[in-house]
């Protein structure tokens, strides 16, 4: 065997512009096994109907994923990439730093493939090898903890050293025998900021979320309405949320992203929120081309936009909510417009709301604006 193994592919995996690169073995993850599934027993991954206990059992068990396994390469790459460019003058949202650029996805396992492909080279025989990110069974943060790519933040991330949490974290689960690196021994000490400016509190514990209150959740994958309690304290995030990340100390002093890739597109960092309402599936398809946007579909996406239009509370935004509210297709979509007019108030938006309630056909768009008339009634 190749005996600078580990050196030659954290080599090549940082020339691929991998930021850490780390390696563990393919023991199973028992304690995060026990985690997530008392998790989904307690109600906490509600509404994410993917995330199931066999998932998890499988996701634990690097030796299922992959038969023969014995090492994990784990990898993470950052993307802090500045801050973002705002437009004057017009109601804008926030989208979450990780989706300011192209579609990760895309990006990492393109490069894993290559780290992939260079392996029987290094190693001087066939390697298998299977490669995940985000979107398959595996546990991406408990590989990422114990080879020490960085330690369990109490908000659940992962936090590195040198990047933060502003990281996406990544593996490739091979048969090479590699010699596995430390977890770090670091925690979060005493610091609670993030379990207390988290607006909806949903971090319930340290180290656990109720995915149902994270508006990361609320804003990506909840298909259906926003809880009508919660839309206040989402704020203006209308894809994923960095409140949690952002309050964190370690992030102060986090290195910036090299990778070209995730720069921020041009308008997707920090969106003018109006034009966004007029869009069809076809134009939000083409907008959103290979960015992790897609994933929230135009109605999620327009839900979102009415909900942050409400809470900023800008009354230019009158005319384009009283428009999707008369014309938009979806019910889902008229729905949060009628709760923004509602909550932004006026006379104008009162107006709209009160011929809505004699032309809308949906029931529960209809009580949505009942509601609101109500609430703006008794302000007045
Ligand atoms: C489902 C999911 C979500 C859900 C649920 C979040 C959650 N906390 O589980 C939602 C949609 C809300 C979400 C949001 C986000 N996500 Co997400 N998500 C996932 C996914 C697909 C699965 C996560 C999972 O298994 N959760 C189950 C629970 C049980 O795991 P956990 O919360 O990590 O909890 C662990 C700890 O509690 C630990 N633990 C238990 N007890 C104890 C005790 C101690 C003392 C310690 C130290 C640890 C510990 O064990 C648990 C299991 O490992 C992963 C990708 C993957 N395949 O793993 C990405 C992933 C976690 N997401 C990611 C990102 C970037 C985000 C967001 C930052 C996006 C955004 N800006 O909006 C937010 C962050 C929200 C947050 N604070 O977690 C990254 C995180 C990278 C990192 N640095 O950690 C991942 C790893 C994707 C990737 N490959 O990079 N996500």
Redesign the pocket.
Known sequence: MNRNLEIEIRKRAKALGFDIVRFTNADPFA??EQ??LQ?IRDGL?DG?PW?TEERVRR?ARPGELLPGAKSIISVAISYLTGESEKAMGQPIGKV???AWGDDYHKVIKSKLKELAGALPEIAGRPVVSRLF????A?????A?ERSGV???GK????LTPSHG?W????QLVTDLELTPDEALKKTCGECVRCIDDCPTNAIVAP???D?TK?I??LT??LRGAIPRELRPLVGDWVF???I??DVCPVNRKAEQSLEPAFRQRHDIAAPTLLPLLELGDEAFRERFTNSPIKRAKRVGMQRNVCVALGNIGDAAAVPALAKTLRENADALVRLHAAWALGRIGGEEARQVLVEAAQTEQDSEVKQEIEVSLEELTAKA
């Open positions: 304690r995060d985690a997530a998790r991954m994410l995330y996701g979450a730093r990780y990110v985000d979107d398959g595996m546990l991406d943060r408990a990422a960085g330690w369990f908000n659940t991330n992962i949490s990281v996406f974290v990544a180290y656990v979320i995915n994270c990361s959740y990506i994958e994923g949320c960095d949690c990340q």
